[in-house]
């Protein structure tokens, strides 16, 4: 009774075993190819982020000074100033005064008092061009930045839900094997104590293992 019980239970245990081995290499392969695409994830949100970054904070530079410009927020003298120191403005303000007297002499009109209210007039306007179209540069570029934190936050939100999408779907995964392995475990220890049970009936069952030896045939006899 023993030893077959112990066969039995022997080859539950290994058919247990293989199963459950299957199950944990399954659940380390999943672990594996999870850990990889996280890493990967990983990655290319960081290579966004360092993409997106100039825009950011060109978006941001150009946003703090168009509220300066307008007097909203920060220092609008200090803005001002770098408007009108900047290249640009200076050139079409030299290239304009040129202009202004040249036109202004060919009428012969040099030092009146309507000139200088005309050349004081122009300079007024020019500066409010000026600082229109710098504000509209400006409006540009802030635009540009905003665009690019809105993609950005897109962007962020798929890596997050695809991170814990991944996460989720790796620990189903691993529960599942879990499961599987130790089902298998118990399901082979059961089958191999009822397997050792059926054999030892079968091997115990009354006159199982005796052959009839009788090969006598009957005579009859034919009348003829």
Same mark, same amino acid.
């Given at each position: 009774m023993s030893g077959v019980a112990v066969a039995g239970l022997a080859v539950g245990a290994y058919s247990a075993d293989r199963q459950a081995d299957t199950a944990? !290499?399954?659940?380390e392969g999943q672990q594996r190819a999870t850990d990889l695409s996280l890493a990967e994830m990983a990655r290319q949100d960081l290579l966004n982020q360092n993409r997106m970054?100039?825009?950011?904070?060109?978006?941001?530079?150009?946003? !703090? *000074?168009?509220?300066? /410009?307008?007097g909203i927020?920060? !220092?609008? *003298? $200090? $803005?001002? =100033?770098?408007l009108m120191e900047s290249p640009g403005y200076k050139f079409g303000l030299e290239s304009g005064e040129r202009s202004l007297a040249a036109?202004?002499?060919? =009428? &012969?009109?040099?030092?009146? &008092?309507? $000139?200088?209210?005309?050349?004081?007039?122009?300079g007024q306007?020019?500066?409010? &061009?000026?600082?229109?179209? =710098? /504000?509209? *540069?400006?409006? #540009?570029?802030? +635009?540009? &930045?905003?665009?690019?934190?809105k993609n950005l936050g897109s962007t962020g939100a798929n890596?997050?839900?695809n991170y814990g999408n991944l996460l989720t779907g790796n620990a189903n995964a691993q529960g599942a094997a879990g499961i599987a392995g130790e089902n298998a =475990?118990?399901? +082979?220890?059961?089958?191999g104590a009822q397997f050792?049970?059926? /054999?030892? !009936?079968?091997? #115990?069952?009354p006159n199982q293992n005796q052959w009839t030896t009788d090969y006598s045939i009957p005579m009859t006899s034919y009348d003829l």
């Open positions: 944990s !290499d399954t659940a970054y100039p825009y950011l904070q060109g978006g941001q530079a150009a946003w !703090d *000074e168009q509220l300066a /410009l307008m927020s920060g !220092d609008t *003298e $200090a $803005a001002n =100033r770098a036109g202004t002499a060919a =009428r &012969g009109g040099m030092g009146s &008092g309507k $000139a200088m209210t005309a050349a004081n007039q122009w306007d020019y500066a409010t &061009g000026q600082r229109s179209n =710098r /504000l509209a *540069e400006l409006s #540009n570029v802030s +635009g540009v &930045g905003f665009s690019a934190s890596y997050a839900s =475990r118990q399901s +082979g220890l059961l089958g050792g049970l059926n /054999l030892y !009936d079968y091997m #115990n069952r």
